[in-house]
């Protein structure tokens, strides 16, 4: 069914306590990792166990924040964080990694034990020989007008509004075209299978059937401040699990704890010298970045006192390639919330600075060509280098690089491993705001349409090879083009093929797993609470006439409209396009 992608199926449940008190987790691990002659031995699972009473009183408090949060957006959903999580194997056709994670809480001894393993083959082809991956040899249009041909053979083809696709659009004219499906560019009277969006999921109005390529509450569950917020509370339960992520501390509201936590450091170690990189909120594409060594050092203490922002430890032993920082930009779908579902896109890019690396110093702190490894950035630096070749330059195919790791016998799958597992935590520790954002826009019961979306995630390699997450955009570019200077002062768009291979794989191949002919009926004996008939991603695709539905009608935020230049991935600016932008996202946690 689908190449490019690993699937990652998340089931979750939910159980009410036995002794009828506060909400109790409960789970089993429904499937473990295959132990299939492939299964790499180096696949170490991950475990932690939180116990007794400190756990609880913090679950407690989690499962009170959300409970607000729902009690805010007058949603009716009853489930607390997840307890069961299933991970399943890809579809035969994908052959390629097989993934198992599970969550086990012990409901009598208030233990709470979250393991999450990814075990697998990585980006194998047909052979695998003395740890190097070999391609697949099959060509890449083979497998299209196969796949193609099998989908289009005995129905009509799927429609795709394409009027909202902003910079995406020429990676999925490409996609529409190899499925043999069919573009509405300008829109169409009638419903569409398909709505594609460059931004949110209020680019079009008055969607009641179909699916969407956005989920409400995206935007804002990923802005940085959101997205800390969510990983820190889980961090909080499992803080071995959710060691991915460097400590961080939000600003305005945690300058003092920052301030404190660090002079204390400092004052019980003096060699100690750490640093700091600082993000604001809405930023992206490296704007407003900077690095400090102390906390005095913050450009928000004079002046802009109310600008947010996450500060952060600086991961200053990352893996280097030719002595140059990078980082991997894999896509990961949400296919579904309920139950959480999840690809990964096996191949991605490597993002590489353009200076070599120097561990930071007062000197270098602000070269961002050395320290900071944005496109949009790096870029912009004479050592950019385009390539014609997808494993070589300054972006290349993440798959080179992990060819490279293997070749110098680094441990691959477990590197891949490691980083399955931090996507499927990181979804985890989203996805109950996330359900509360989709039964606002789309309430249980009402037409409407069902959503996926590519997110794009950054992602660190440290030295050791752990990975580390840095953020997850809700918008990632999938421009396939790149600017260039054809000549002085004239500049020109030419096709990247690095940006064609990965992003034109991730499109289509997203098309073909959310295909409404491969839809299922919805679940019998649907696990969670939301009651029969509820269960807004097992809504039937019938066609609803336009208007049945109201709805809030908003306008575009700021940025939504803005083109989107080169390989800079979209964002909307701080109020976003959301719906909702409750207050309560912004508490302290
Ligand atoms: P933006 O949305 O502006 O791109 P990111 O969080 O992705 O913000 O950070 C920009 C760049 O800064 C990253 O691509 C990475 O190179 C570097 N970076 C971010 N966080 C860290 C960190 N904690 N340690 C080391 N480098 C980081």
Redesign the pocket.
């Known amino acids: 069914m689908s190449d490019h992608y690993v699937k990652v199926k998340v089931q979750l449940e939910q159980m009410k306590s036995a002794d009828g008190g506060g909400e109790t987790e409960a789970a089993t691990e429904e499937e473990a990792a295959r132990s299939s002659s492939s299964s790499p031995g180096s696949a170490s699972p991950v475990a932690a166990t939180v116990g007794g009473r400190r756990a609880a009183v913090r679950t407690s408090v989690a499962n009170r924040r959300r409970s607000q949060s729902r009690a805010k957006k007058g949603a009716h959903d009853n489930n607390t964080c997840s307890s069961s999580i299933k991970q399943e194997a890809s579809s035969p056709a994908q052959e390629t990694v097989e993934t198992s994670a599970g969550k086990m809480i012990n409901r009598n001894s208030s233990e709470r034990m979250l393991q999450i393993r990814g075990t697998g083959k990585v980006l194998q082809g047909k052979t695998e020989t003395n740890g190097v991956v070999v391609p697949n040899r099959r060509s890449k249009d083979q497998h299209t007008k196969d796949d193609g041909n099998k989908l289009t053979k005995k129905r009509k083809p799927v429609t795709v509004d394409t009027s909202k696709a902003k910079t995406s659009l020429e990676a999925l004219k490409v996609s529409i075209r190899q499925l043999k499906w069919k573009e509405f560019p300008v829109g169409r009277r009638l419903a569409c299978d398909i709505y594609w969006h460059g931004v949110s999921f209020h680019d079009n109005e008055n969607i009641v059937s179909g699916q969407v390529n956005k989920f409400p509450g995206m935007i804002e569950m990923l802005r940085?401040i959101n997205l800390s917020r969510a990983v820190r509370t889980m961090q909080e339960l499992f803080p071995e699990e959710y060691n991915f992520y460097?400590r961080s501390w939000i600003l305005p509201d945690e300058y003092q704890l920052f301030a404190t936590q660090i002079r204390l450091a400092k004052d019980s170690d003096s060699s100690l010298k750490p640093t700091f990189?600082v993000?604001p909120d809405g930023?992206?594409?490296?704007?407003?970045?900077y690095l400090i060594r102390d906390p005095s050092d913050l450009r928000m203490i004079s002046g802009a006192h109310s600008k947010h922002a996450v500060v952060?430890?600086?991961?200053?032993k990352?893996l280097l390639i030719d002595k140059l920082?990078f980082?991997i930009r894999l896509y990961v779908l949400v296919k579904s919330l309920q139950p959480l579902e999840i690809y990964i896109a096996k191949e991605g890019l490597s993002?590489f600075?353009t200076e070599p690396y120097q561990e930071p110093s007062q000197k270098n702190l602000d070269q961002v060509y050395m320290?900071?490894?944005?496109y949009s950035l790096n870029v912009q630096s004479g050592n950019f280098v385009h390539s014609d070749s997808t494993n070589t330059g300054s972006k290349r195919t993440f798959s080179s690089i992990l060819y490279r790791l293997a070749s110098k016998g680094v441990d691959i799958k477990k590197v891949w491993s490691d980083i399955i597992s931090l996507v499927i935590k990181t979804v985890i520790a989203l996805e109950p705001e996330l359900k509360v954002y989709y039964q606002a826009d789309i309430p249980p019961g009402k037409p409407g349409p069902t959503c996926f979306q590519i997110l794009g995630f950054?992602i660190?390699l440290m030295k050791n090879l752990k990975p580390?997450l840095?953020?997850v955009?809700a918008n990632p570019s999938m421009r396939i083009e790149h600017e260039q200077e054809v000549s002085p002062g004239v500049f020109e768009y030419v096709p990247s093929p690095v940006d064609e291979e990965v992003k034109v794989g991730v499109i289509r191949d997203t098309l073909r797993l959310v295909d409404p002919a491969l839809r299922k009926p919805p679940h019998p004996t649907p696990v969670c609470s939301t009651g029969p008939g509820n269960d807004p991603q097992a809504r039937g695709q019938s066609s609803v006439t336009r208007g049945q539905i109201a709805r809030t009608q908003r306008s575009p935020g700021p940025g939504s409209e803005a083109p989107c230049p080169s390989d800079r991935?979209q964002?909307v600016g701080q109020t976003g396009t959301g719906h909702l932008n409750p207050a309560w996202l912004n508490r302290p946690s």
């Open positions: 940085k460097p990189i993000k930023g992206s594409q490296g704007d407003g970045i952060q430890e600086y991961i200053h990352p920082k980082d993002r600075c320290h900071l490894t944005n950054d660190l580390v840095l953020e955009n991935d964002t």
